[in-house]
């Protein structure tokens, strides 16, 4: 075989195994949220937090996030998030925010400014799970992009270094 093919084999397997990873690390984190009973008014709090250091200091924040393929199969994506306005009206409450991504299966780890940063839109609400006893179970989804969802942004992952990729 040549090593030409063997590097290729490689860099997929390592890819694979990445987002192996991401799917344990989503996964993981979903579940201490839903063991805590996390709740939307609690996540659109830290939400505030991070928009208020993302304006003062440019942070932005790891998130994970699952992508929906053809086939209905689910596979989670990573980026970072610059958190730009939180709006509250009613029961609603919607985030305007800046996503960098930086790995997806199809076309493993993106460096920094390959990808055009995308702006969108994320709904914060409690998701109503009749088969855990009619458990709520807090969700952020995507408004723009109906095939990402359940963005779970980690506040203690944050740089402060990205606001030159975000324009």
Not at 53 to 73: I, P, V
Request: hydrophobic letters at 35%.
């Amino acid at each position: 075989m040549a090593s030409s093919h063997i590097m290729a084999d490689y860099r997929q397997w390592l890819t694979f195994q990445r987002q192996e990873q991401l799917s344990r690390e989503h996964q993981g984190i979903s579940q201490r949220l839903e063991d805590a009973r996390a709740t939307a008014n609690q996540v659109v709090q830290a939400y505030r937090s991070m928009a208020e250091k993302a304006s003062m200091e440019g942070a932005c924040y790891r998130t994970l996030f699952l992508r929906e393929r053809d086939n209905n199969a689910s596979l989670p994506c990573e980026g970072w998030l610059f958190v730009r306005r939180v709006l509250s009206e009613g029961n609603s409450t919607r985030v305007r925010v800046t996503l960098l991504e930086t790995f997806t299966l199809e076309e493993g780890n993106i460096p920094l400014g390959d990808k055009p940063a995308r702006k969108l839109t994320l709904e914060i609400f409690d998701k109503l799970d009749i088969n855990k006893g009619m458990r709520t179970q807090v969700r952020v989804d995507c408004l723009d992009t109906p095939q990402d969802y359940h963005f779970i942004t980690l506040l203690d992952a944050v740089r402060g270094d990205l606001r030159a990729y975000l324009t």
